[in-house]
């Protein structure tokens, strides 16, 4: 019995030493804007904490009162097609399978901390998207996600690979991205129901987004971005190529992301729909057209 009671305590220290080297073992610090001491200490600890609790209260508040305004009208489809279509299947495989991928390349390299990076959970809320029932929440829920669709469009248009050394890691990094912005968001308005995006007009749902990238941000990412020192989504010190790169970084990056919530979903589901609209266009007159032809040949084998 004393063995055991001291081999215990020995384990169970060893398996937290083991997860929190799976979490962020493997980060190099060396590579600059990756995190590390120097990455930790680029903010005064007074100025991140008046940056925190200022944007942490601000997503709140806005949070709150967003809900409330969409509480009273949220202008949802007031019924669901149940049906589940086998492309909608197919995709969620290949999502879950490239992102069972990106999760192993994580678990290899001991960097399992940067799947709280925004992309990633992206990814998570279209796989529940995928598998989940049409139904009011998934409404809702693909509303919210619908206005972060910016985050994987600037991560393929400035894409971070110096620190991707793995076989395939590179192409995976784009094939994630890709799936998550040109294919799944497209394929679920193109299905329409539950997944219907508002009215130009209405920016409820940007608000209510905007609260919860606040709060997550400045959060929960940045809480774990500090204790481990891994830079998760340049929380800790700003990007070398930064265009805003100084101590206030952070306050920059608050109103150029309520910006593009804003800008880049109306712009994108705009496009998005327009080109759904003329697809269905295209082969309605297709059909159209074969069908008068139909016709015309019945009629001439009727008179023969």
């Not at 995190?35 to 200022?54: M, N, V, W, Y």
């Not at 949070?63 to 995709?91: E, N, Q």
Request: hydrophobic letters at 45%.
């Amino acid at each position: 019995m004393p063995f055991l009671s001291q081999q215990g305590p020995r384990r169970m220290g060893y398996s937290v030493r083991t997860v929190l080297d799976w979490a962020y073992g493997g980060i190099d610090h060396s590579i600059p804007g990756n995190g590390g001491q120097e990455c930790s200490d680029f903010l005064t600890i007074k100025q991140r904490l008046l940056e925190t609790i200022s944007f942490v209260l601000l997503g709140l508040l806005v949070l709150y009162f967003g809900y409330k305004i969409i509480a009273r009208d949220p202008k949802l489809p007031s019924s669901y097609d149940r049906t589940d279509p086998a492309m909608k299947r197919v995709l969620l495989i290949v999502l879950c399978v490239t992102f069972g991928i990106e999760i192993g390349f994580k678990f290899v390299g001991r960097e399992v901390v940067y799947l709280m990076n925004p992309c990633h959970i992206v990814t998570i809320v279209q796989i529940y998207l995928l598998a989940a029932p049409p139904s009011k929440s998934s409404s809702v829920v693909f509303r919210l996600c619908m206005h972060w669709g910016h985050g994987p469009l600037l991560a393929l248009v400035f894409p971070v690979l110096n620190t991707r050394m793995l076989p395939f890691e590179q192409e995976v990094y784009y094939i994630q991205h890709m799936m998550i912005y040109y294919v799944v968001p497209p394929y679920l308005l193109w299905l329409g129901g539950a997944y219907t995006i508002e009215s130009i007009s209405d920016l409820k749902w940007s608000v209510v987004s905007f609260g919860y990238q606040c709060f997550y941000h400045f959060g929960p990412l940045q809480l774990v971005a500090f204790l481990t020192q891994a830079n998760l989504n340049n929380m800790l010190c700003p990007a070398i190529s930064d265009p805003f790169y100084g101590p206030y970084y952070r306050c920059w990056a608050v109103l150029h992301q309520a910006g593009l919530i804003l800008l880049h979903n109306k712009t994108y589901t705009t496009v998005v729909l327009g080109v759904i609209s003329l697809f269905h266009g295209i082969t309605s007159l297709f059909h159209k057209r074969a069908k008068v032809h139909g016709k015309a040949e019945y009629s001439n084998g009727k008179l023969e």
